[in-house]
């Protein structure tokens, strides 16, 4: 979502705030959940803890500029819940016995 709404600016549409000023910082942190999410998929823990983190931090920075209704803080907890749902989910995926080969 956010790799869409940033690059609207470059057909003439702003929504929510972002310009042309700022498509460089939001390409970069697009891509940057993108590779997460990628990690992820290779059910990567770090990758999972990391996405996590750095979606609360946006958060909290979002909830401190824009208080608590702009902030979107319901959606952002509902993202939280699943993100500790994925953390669990590679952690548990790593502690599964893996198959031995016969010998």
Same mark, same amino acid.
Request: positive net charge; aromatic residues 16%.
């Given at each position: 979502?956010?790799?869409?709404?940033?690059?609207?600016?470059?057909?003439?549409?702003?929504?929510?705030?972002?310009?042309?000023?700022?498509? %460089?910082?939001?390409?970069? !942190?697009? /891509?940057?959940? *993108?590779? @997460?999410?990628?990690? #992820?998929?290779?059910?990567?823990? =770090?990758?999972?803890?990391?996405?996590?983190?750095?979606?609360?931090?946006?958060?909290?920075? %979002?909830?401190?500029?824009? !208080?608590? /209704?702009?902030? *979107?803080? @319901?959606?952002?907890? #509902?993202?939280?819940?699943?993100? =500790?749902?994925?953390?669990?989910?590679?952690?548990?995926?790593?502690?599964?016995?893996?198959?031995?080969?016969?010998?």
């Amino acid at each position: 979502m956010t790799l869409i709404i940033s690059l609207l600016p470059l057909l003439g549409v702003s929504i929510l705030g972002f310009n042309l000023s700022g498509i %460089l910082w939001n390409l970069v !942190g697009a /891509l940057f959940v *993108g590779a @997460l999410a990628f990690g #992820i998929s290779k059910k990567s823990r =770090v990758c999972a803890v990391v996405l996590f983190g750095y979606f609360l931090f946006w958060k909290v920075v %979002l909830f401190l500029q824009y !208080g608590l /209704l702009q902030s *979107g803080v @319901l959606t952002g907890l #509902i993202f939280l819940y699943c993100y =500790v749902q994925g953390i669990i989910g590679t952690f548990d995926w790593h502690n599964l016995p893996k198959d031995e080969p016969n010998s």
